[in-house]
C-alpha cells in the first residue's frame, strides 16, 4: 500500500486505530476525542481532493472526448496531480499554494478546448 495514494483509506484506518474497532463499526454517534494530527490532516487533505477531483475529472474527459488533448493537457494533469498529492502533506505555508496551483493546471487542462 502506498501511503501518498490514498489519504481518505489512510484516514480512516487510522481513526479505527484511534478510536477502536468498536467505533468504527458503531453508529459513531458517540462523543470521541478530536483525531490525531495524522488522521485530521488525512481528512482535510481528503476533503481537499474531492473539492477539486470532479472538474479535473470533468476536464480531462472533456479534451480526450474531442481530442483536443496535447502536451499542455498532460503537463496540466500532471501538475494539478502532484499539487494534490503535495497538499496531503500538510506543509502549512504551501498549502495554499498547492490549492491555487491545482486550480491553475486545470485551467491548462482545458486551455486547448479555449483556445
Keep these: 500500500m502506498r501511503l501518498r495514494h490514498r489519504p481518505g483509506f489512510l484516514a480512516a484506518?487510522?481513526?479505527t486505530r484511534q478510536h477502536g474497532l468498536a467505533w468504527s463499526l458503531s453508529s459513531r454517534e458517540a462523543a470521541v476525542p478530536p483525531?490525531?494530527?495524522?488522521?485530521g490532516r488525512l481528512k482535510r487533505a481528503q476533503a481537499n481532493f474531492l473539492e477539486t477531483f470532479p472538474f479535473a475529472a470533468s476536464a480531462l474527459l472533456a479534451?480526450?472526448?474531442t481530442g483536443a488533448n496535447?502536451?499542455?493537457t498532460e503537463l496540466g494533469a500532471i501538475v494539478w496531480l502532484s499539487a494534490r498529492l503535495a497538499y496531503a502533506i500538510g506543509i502549512p505555508v504551501l498549502r495554499s499554494?498547492?490549492?491555487a496551483t491545482s486550480?491553475?493546471?486545470?485551467?491548462?487542462?482545458?486551455?486547448?478546448?479555449l483556445a
Excluded at 483525531?35 to 488522521?39: A, E, F, Q
Design 13 to 15: 484506518q487510522l481513526q
Design 35 to 39: 483525531p490525531t494530527p495524522l488522521v
Design 63 to 65: 479534451v480526450e472526448i
Design 70 to 72: 496535447d502536451a499542455t
Design 97 to 99: 499554494a498547492l490549492f
Design 103 to 113: 486550480i491553475i493546471a486545470i485551467g491548462l487542462v482545458l486551455w486547448p478546448l
